[in-house]
């Protein structure tokens, strides 16, 4: 990913999980510009801030570079749920979303 699509890709699932920036600033320890500076292209958050902004949109660092996701949160949650389901109904599943994509 390239650096100025960082900022792009935090402001997308930021906007997704429908917080405001000074929220999350404040949610994840940081003063209450601080998202909206990484946004702006100011500055880059450290590894560990940016650890603590993937825990707080509960995605994995992988998710947030993975572009192609717009919302990685709720896929999560979906392949989550789908773990707990036996051949049968993954089989099901699997023909429901193929017609969906069609």
Known sequence: MLEDMFPLR????R????????DMSLSI???HAYINNIESG????????FFYICEYLNIT?????????KNPEKMNSLIENLK???DKQLDSISEIVKGLVK
């Open 29 to 31: 320890g940081q003063n």
């Open 10 to 13: 935090l402001a997308q699932l």
């Open 42 to 49: 100011k500055a880059l958050p450290s590894m560990t801030v």
């Open 61 to 69: 660092p992988a998710d947030f570079f993975d572009v192609d996701s």
């Open 15 to 22: 906007n997704k999980k429908g917080v405001s920036a000074r």
């Open 84 to 86: 707990r389901l036996d």
